[in-house]
Nanobody
Framework: VQLQASGGGLVQAGGSLRLSCAAS????????MAWYRQAPGKQRELVAV???????NYAEFVQGRFTISRDNAKNTVYLQMNSLKPEDTAVFYC???????????????WGQGTLVTVSS
């Protein structure tokens, strides 16, 4: 499974961006998709996750500002980011947990990352 992320860029504090991540390949079923971020000099951290059933979970630092959503038919996950802060500046990575048809083990795939820069 390959993940292609897009939508990053430069935005002023208080602004909004929408990230997209599309999964491609054959013979797989995605169980959950998530966004992580990694700021310079820091470890990668979970931002938000959404399951196939639509259940979501958010990191405390984005509660009320970011919304994760998913189009199962398109195997695409979105991250709507509002009220952005300079401390949100990071490379955002999408992640998918999936299973190959006929297999029970869960595999993981990462996108290439998209840079979000929030200026003050």
């Amino acid at each position: 499974v390959q993940l292609q992320a897009s939508g990053g860029g430069l935005v002023q504090a208080g602004g909004s961006l929408r990230l997209s991540c599309a999964a491609s390949g054959i013979g797989f079923s995605i169980t959950s998709m998530a966004w992580y971020r990694q700021a310079p000099g820091k470890q990668r951290e979970l931002v938000a996750v959404v399951t196939t059933g639509g259940s979501t979970n958010y990191a405390e630092f984005v509660q009320g500002r970011f919304t994760i959503s998913r189009d199962n038919a398109k195997n695409t996950v979105y991250l709507q980011m509002n009220s952005l802060k300079p401390e949100d500046t990071a490379v955002f990575y999408c992640n998918a947990d999936y299973r190959r048809w006929g297999r029970t083990n869960t595999m993981h795939s990462w996108g290439q990352g998209t840079l979000v820069t929030v200026s003050s």
